[in-house]
Every structure is written in structure tokens, then in C-alpha cells.
């Protein structure tokens, strides 16, 4: 399970550093073009838009889980002990993935509308419905995550450990100022 969850790390960390690379040298070569030949890259704004910000913010979803990295409130599980807390993380991860599987049907059915009507951006021609596939895949991907995550506190009996490294996450908790 580790190596599946490092080579996942990997990809989404390859994958999002590409699109804003690609980004960046689009915009930047958009913003030469248009101040050194008054010839702009047609539908930049859109591509960026809709097409660069979605890939890069969809993908910090489930990388953000993968690194243990979501806000969360520790108030009911801090002081439990840790068969008590197992029981409410276990409950919550199949929380999260039921929420994420809602969101992915809902982001699938969406994708198939917008595929129908052959979804373009605002004023342009420029076709943004191939990225509203992203948002299941996404979703379906954190519900997985959530699912091997809730595998691991029942295998285990340790509510933190971080699925890339097998060891406990790390918290800050000794370092806190109130």
C-alpha cells in the first residue's frame, strides 16, 4: 500500500508541477507575443481559466490528503485514547469518501451535460468540457484514499499514521502557543 500511495504522490506532484510550468511559459510567451509583435496567444485567459487553474487546483486535493495536509479539528479525538479515536477516524474517512463519491456522480453527471452541449469558454470558442471529467476522477480517487486510509487505522489501531511514509503524521502539537 505505501508503494501506491508514494508512485500516486509522485504522479500528482509531476502532473501538477507540469501544468504550472506549462502555464507559466504560455502566459509568458502570450505577454511577449502580445507587447513585441501586438499579436497575443488567442484565448490565453480562457486556457488558463479554465483549463491550467482547474488541473492544478483539483489535483491539491487528493495530494493534500496524501500528506496528511487538511485542516482538521482535533478537539474530539486529541485527549481520547487511541482505540476511541481509531473508531472516530474510521467513521470519519467513510464519511469523506461518501461525501467524495457524492461529489464525483454529481461532477460526472455535469461532465456529461457539458459534453453534450460541447461546452466552450465565456465569449470564445475555446472548449473547456474535457476538464469537467477531471472533477470525478478527483473525487473518486480522495474516496479511495479515504477508504486505504480507514484500511490502514483498522490494520494498525493508529488513528495518525501517514500513508507515504508508514510512520505516525506529524503534528505540532508540542509546539503550540496559546
Not at 18 to 26: Q, T, V
Not at 91 to 98: K, Q, R, S, W
Not at 137 to 150: K, N, P, Q
Given at each position: ?99 467524495s463519491i457524492g461529489f464525483a456522480w ?73
Open positions: 500500500m505505501l508503494t501506491f500511495t508514494k508512485v500516486f504522490e509522485k504522479c500528482l506532484t509531476v502532473t501538477t508541477a507540469a501544468a504550472i510550468i506549462i502555464m507559466m511559459l504560455h502566459i509568458v510567451l502570450h505577454a511577449l507575443t502580445r507587447s513585441l509583435f501586438d499579436a497575443p496567444i488567442y484565448g490565453t485567459n480562457e486556457i488558463v481559466e479554465y483549463w491550467y487553474l482547474p488541473i492544478v487546483a483539483l489535483l491539491g486535493i487528493p495530494a493534500a490528503q496524501l500528506q496528511k495536509e487538511h485542516i482538521t479539528v482535533t478537539m474530539a479525538i486529541e485527549r481520547a485514547k487511541p482505540a476511541t479515536a481509531s473508531v472516530f477516524k474510521i467513521f470519519a474517512c467513510i464519511l469523506g469518501a461518501l461525501v454529481f461532477g460526472f453527471t455535469r461532465a456529461l451535460t457539458y459534453m453534450d452541449i460541447g461546452q466552450t469558454a465565456d465569449v470564445s470558442s475555446v472548449i473547456t468540457w474535457p476538464v469537467y471529467f477531471l472533477v470525478p476522477v478527483v473525487f473518486v480517487l480522495l474516496a479511495v484514499l479515504y477508504v486505504l486510509d480507514a484500511i490502514v487505522i483498522v490494520r494498525t489501531g493508529e488513528p495518525d499514521l501517514d500513508l507515504s511514509t508508514g510512520e505516525p503524521a506529524e503534528t505540532d502539537l508540542e509546539n503550540r502557543s496559546y
